[in-house]
């Protein structure tokens, strides 16, 4: 799918500590993305991050959790469908800076639900006539929404978005964990180049990513 997403306004709280730093972030979105393309639940949503950091000479690790009412991208991996419920979401990891141009960073994440979540894929366009289904406990009972899209299954049950538009399903579904590892480059201070590689393990699901960062003013 191709088009415009959410838009969102955040503020982010900075305090850098001799021991530890750590900054937290709240993020707003605005269902301004097309539904019918999976880009938006159609609510208001929120994501609270809090992130903790320590610098080891060449080496800083991190730490994050967070609570939101949605399963939200990273620049690591753009997911396949757009969910609205509550979950928590955990990352842990480590950069090391090879010299002030290249970096190297790697981590693991886990997402935990908490009740039903509704799954809008981003796979399949909804139909003018389209309906929501809901799954049993393994996803497996959704059944395919008619249209044009040619869509090839899964064998992996917790891949709903590859069957229905809209799939309301219990918690264990949409759980995830994986594992991410990237490389940075910054040839100038007010530009960052990263590449990478992001394995979600209860999707069976690979992700190649690539992006390009600039910064303003101080």
């Known amino acids: 799918m191709n088009g415009l997403g959410n838009a969102f306004i955040g503020g982010r709280l900075n305090v850098e500590g001799e021991s530890v730093n750590y900054n937290s972030t709240l993020e707003l979105t605005a269902p301004t993305g097309d539904k019918s393309h999976g880009f938006s639940t159609g609510r208001v949503t929120a994501d609270w991050t809090n992130r903790f950091s320590r610098r080891f000479n060449s080496f800083t690790p991190f730490g994050s959790a967070?609570?939101?009412?949605?399963?939200?991208?990273?620049?690591?991996?753009?997911?396949?469908?757009?969910?609205?419920?509550?979950?928590?979401?955990?990352?842990?990891g480590g950069?090391?800076?090879?010299?002030?141009?290249?970096?190297?960073?790697?981590?693991?994440?886990?997402?935990?639900?908490?009740?039903?979540q509704t799954i809008i894929s981003k796979v399949i366009k909804r139909q003018t006539s389209g309906t929501s289904v809901s799954a049993g406990?393994?996803?497996?009972?959704?059944?395919?929404?008619?249209?044009?899209?040619?869509?090839?299954?899964?064998?992996?049950?917790?891949?709903?978005?590859?069957t229905?538009?809209?799939?309301?399903?219990?918690?264990?579904?949409?759980?995830?964990?994986?594992v991410s590892t990237w490389i940075g480059v910054t040839p100038r201070q007010e530009t960052d180049f990263y590449v990478g590689y992001s394995r979600s393990m209860h999707y069976d699901y690979n992700s190649l990513f690539w992006g390009v960062g600039f910064r303003f003013g101080k």
């Open 164 to 178: 229905a538009t809209e799939t309301v399903v219990p918690a264990q579904v949409a759980n995830d964990n994986g």
């Open 137 to 162: 406990g393994s996803g497996t009972s959704a059944a395919p929404v008619q249209g044009k899209a040619s869509v090839q299954a899964s064998d992996n049950a917790n891949r709903v978005f590859n």
């Open 95 to 116: 950069t090391y800076d090879f010299s002030k141009h290249v970096r190297a960073s790697g981590s693991v994440y886990a997402i935990r639900a908490d009740g039903n």
């Open 66 to 92: 967070g609570l939101a009412n949605t399963i939200s991208d990273t620049n690591f991996f753009v997911r396949p469908f757009t969910s609205l419920g509550l979950v928590s979401h955990f990352e842990g």
